[in-house]
């Protein structure tokens, strides 16, 4: 396991800098900060003397090589919008995104194992076949529609729901949390249904399918000879071996689904990374652009170890890729 | 259980309006919100309209574009170079400090050292402490904007500003990418104090006791400003009853929002000018008046208005709107695909010639489809347009590079007056004095120039009116440049919020004044 992780942390590293050093090639590419920065009657040489003061004028590579000194040592820079460290500004986002993702995450976990479950057993039955006719609606409507839609329908038509933002947050030790208060649920629910309404569908199809195979494999046969239980081969024996494709999947579509908020978090306001991503694109904050995507690699090495290790708990056989 | 949930929200949902009901609170919803809490950070229409909230301007712009006294209670001119303002007595700073005329001075100072304001303050000499309530303001050379310039003064408390913070920086540093004192503390005059806020996320204003302006009718205590950038999101909110005011309003939701017995909209004719600039030196078929005379014609500027700006926009044919200096009435848009063939013809270029253009696609308004149109339109008089557009990041680059034949602009005086477009756009190039700026048409008329300059100084406002209408005169004849449409202002709030009485052209709600029943 150690060895495993000490492998991990290195290639980690390595992706981090080949990460930034791309940052850094598509950051010249996205515009000139310093135009965001001043009022468009300001002079050609005024916005120059900022150039130079913010250092844009230094070649590539002197601008690259002051960027890993001190990314070493835990500065990613100053966010020309926030004014503030890149890395604060991105923590401070972190958690709506992450509550976020988690809440959606809820949702897929709660609907698509008893769904895919089911139309696994009972494929012919009339919910199955709605359900998969559904999913593939589901999976074809791009986010910001699907977002739209509920808002549409939820906050402006039935006014139901709120429409926009986080609501009532409470600060526990600089974690803004939406979890605490029922103003703060209650803004969740439409990202969250919107966030997950692409990867709830292929959970679904994904949990289906894997486990009809399963169904098919000679030791189910077996148990069922065996006069076991139903309930306890569906869900001990087959849904079990099932677990491992998905929990692989699951894992890099959970990378996916950070990537996905940036079009959930737009449409709804949230105040997340995806939406202070696309903010920095447009405004050509580039020293925090580079920052996330610093961050966003760090995340998905974590969540792909992370991932690595449950499967291998699940599936002892796997255990052995750590102790070559 | 559904139902039985849809119960709860639904009664979570009146027990909030109950609260916001009671305490008169503002949810206002904005595409953007302050960038900072220093007023001479930046120059642009979201800093204006949150200094207008915290801070007072000695003069301000009334609806009629009148100026309207503030912290300065009456005004005198001394002589050529002087205007003298009498200040208002027993105003008080957020903090506490007396407001005094050293204020004015002091803040005039700081208005000559930041980067986005010393252009518009270049010509003041500085200011000149009479007594404590008694100030002039004095120019360089005799300038005819001076008051207009007074809008923009809005004084900040010396002694809250004086003195070095813990990073051991001045307070009144003036810092574009911070840290600094001054992003994160205020201290004016105005109505409302920053309370609570998170940059992007939310700003709460809350009333200030000493405020001033005791016979001000605005009763709203706290104003919680959320920035929703996403138009649609803005009118679902809006729609929803989630926020009370929005601004701006996509044209495209106009009629949606109208048509909500719980909302109202209210729009008004704006003052920046879209336009499409010729540049003549990388076409040589530009210089020939004619060939851009045919241009202009064959835009059908009245169309675009109202088949892509569904009727937003007010269709222009010279700079500035009616009520600007410059503005003569007789020069009226113009459409005409027949004499814009002839114009084509009488110039020998009936069988046309290919040009590039290049336009922004998310900076105005429908940016984008009225390239295309406008293209579209020119194909019709053989003149192949090979458009590109490109986001805002990227496009002033572009812009100041010179990279297409025809580049589209808009321009929004800082000055609210005639002069400064054609400073900006129309005016000879000129590297040394900045004038010409964004002049991508490399238009110049040495007339044009020595007009615009002699008004500068033109204290006269009459005779200063009549050189800037010739000026209009001659760029129209000149057909100096493609003029398409103002793109309108637009707020939406409740049946309960009085806009029409806060809102103007300058598109500075004055929120201190904002009624809500």
Request: aromatic share 12%.
């Amino acid at each position: 396991m150690f060895a495993f992780i000490v492998k991990r942390v290195v290639q980690s590293i390595f992706v981090m800098i080949v990460i930034a050093f791309i940052g850094f090639c598509i950051k010249h590419q996205i515009g000139d900060p310093v135009r965001d920065i001043v009022g468009i009657s300001v002079s050609a040489e005024e916005r120059e003397a900022l150039r130079e003061e913010l250092g844009l004028n230094d070649p590539f590579m002197i601008q690259f090589g002051r960027f890993l000194k001190n990314a070493a040592q835990g500065d990613l820079g100053l966010s020309y919008f926030f004014k503030k460290p890149a890395l604060e500004v991105i923590l401070a986002k972190a958690p709506a995104t992450i509550e976020l993702v988690l809440v959606s995450s809820l949702f897929i976990i709660i609907f698509s194992i008893p769904a895919g479950i089911f139309a696994a057993i009972r494929p012919r039955h009339w919910f199955s076949r709605f359900m998969m006719g559904t999913s593939i609606v589901g999976v074809s409507i791009p986010v910001f529609l699907t977002a739209i839609l509920l808002i549409f329908v939820f906050s402006v038509e039935l006014n139901w729901l709120p429409s926009y933002g986080r609501g009532e947050t409470v600060n526990i030790g600089g974690w803004q949390t939406g979890f605490l208060t029922i103003d703060g649920l209650i803004h969740l629910i439409l990202p969250g249904i919107a966030l997950s309404s692409i990867m709830l569908p292929l959970f679904i199809r994904l949990i289906r399918s894997e486990m009809m195979e399963v169904l098919e494999t000679d030791y189910i046969k077996y148990a069922w000879a065996k006069g076991l239980k139903p309930g306890r081969i569906w869900l001990l024996h087959a849904f079990k071996n099932t677990l491992l494709p998905v929990i692989t999947v699951g894992g890099v579509q959970l990378g996916i689904m950070i990537a996905y908020t940036i079009l959930t978090e737009t449409v709804f306001q949230w105040q997340g990374m995806g939406f202070m991503f696309l903010e920095a694109v447009e405004r050509s904050d580039t020293s925090l652009l580079v920052a996330y995507m610093v961050f966003v690699g760090v995340l998905f090495v974590v969540v792909n170890t992370v991932v690595d290790i449950i499967y291998g708990l699940v599936n002892p056989m796997v255990r052995i890729t750590g102790r070559k | 259980m559904k139902k039985k949930l849809a119960v709860c929200l639904v009664c979570v949902f009146f027990l909030c309006l109950g609260v916001s009901a009671g305490a008169k609170t503002l949810k206002l919803a904005m595409d953007a919100d302050p960038v900072s809490l220093d007023p001479h950070v930046q120059l642009s229409g979201g800093m204006l309209q949150y200094s207008h909230m915290v801070f007072d301007p000695l003069v301000r712009w009334d609806k009629n574009m009148n100026f309207e006294p503030r912290l300065a209670e009456k005004w005198e001119r001394v002589d050529d170079l002087t205007m003298r303002f009498y200040l208002r007595k027993n105003v008080k700073f957020h903090s506490g400090n007396p407001f005094t005329a050293k204020d004015v001075e002091w803040t005039l100072e700081r208005l000559k050292r930041s980067q986005d304001f010393k252009g518009l303050f270049e010509p003041f000499e500085g200011a000149k402490v009479i007594d404590d309530y008694t100030v002039d303001l004095v120019t360089k050379k005799p300038y005819a904007l001076l008051m207009n310039m007074a809008t923009y003064i809005f004084p900040l408390d010396r002694k809250f500003y004086t003195g070095t913070d813990e990073n051991g920086q001045p307070k009144d540093l003036i810092a574009k990418t911070g840290p600094s004192f001054a992003l994160s503390h205020e201290s004016g005059t105005g109505k409302y104090t920053v309370g609570y806020r998170e940059q992007g996320v939310k700003t709460e204003f809350k009333a200030f006791a000493d405020y001033w302006d005791k016979k001000s009718p605005g009763n709203v205590d706290t104003i919680i400003l959320t920035p929703i950038k996403s138009d649609a999101t803005r009118v679902a909110a809006m729609l929803s009853g989630d926020v009370d005011f929005i601004m701006p309003v996509p044209p495209q939701d106009y009629a949606r929002i109208e048509r909500d017995a719980k909302s109202k909209l209210v729009t008004m004719s704006g003052s920046r000018i879209i336009t499409f600039q010729l540049n003549q030196k990388r076409k040589p078929e530009f210089q020939d008046k004619r060939v851009r005379m045919a241009m202009v014609y064959a835009v059908n500027n009245q169309g675009i208005v109202e088949k892509i700006m569904k009727g937003t926009a007010t269709t222009a044919g010279q700079q500035g709107p009616e009520g600007f200096a410059g503005f003569k009435e007789n020069l009226v848009p113009r459409y005409d695909l027949e004499k814009a063939m002839q114009l084509m013809k009488a110039a020998g270029l009936e069988k046309g010639f290919e040009c590039t253009m290049i336009a922004p696609n998310n900076r105005y308004v429908n940016d984008e489809k009225i390239a295309e149109a406008a293209a579209s339109m020119l194909s019709k008089i053989n003149i192949k347009v090979n458009l590109k557009t490109m986001p805002k990041a990227q496009y002033w680059d572009q812009f100041d590079a010179q990279t297409a034949d025809i580049q589209m602009i808009g321009w929004h005086p800082d000055t609210e007056d005639s002069a400064n477009y054609t400073e900006f756009l129309l005016m000879c190039p000129n590297k040394e004095t900045g004038y010409g700026q964004y002049n991508s048409g490399n238009y110049c008329n040495p007339k044009v120039d020595r007009l615009i300059l002699a008004s500068q100084t033109e204290t006269d406002q009459d005779k200063r009116a009549t050189m800037l209408q010739e000026v209009e005169q001659i760029l129209y004849d000149d057909a100096a440049f493609i003029p398409l449409h103002w793109q309108n202002l637009s707020w939406a709030g409740k049946q309960n919020v009085e806009i029409e009485q806060i809102v103007n052209v300058q598109n500075f709600p004055y929120f201190g004044d904002l009624v809500v029943h």
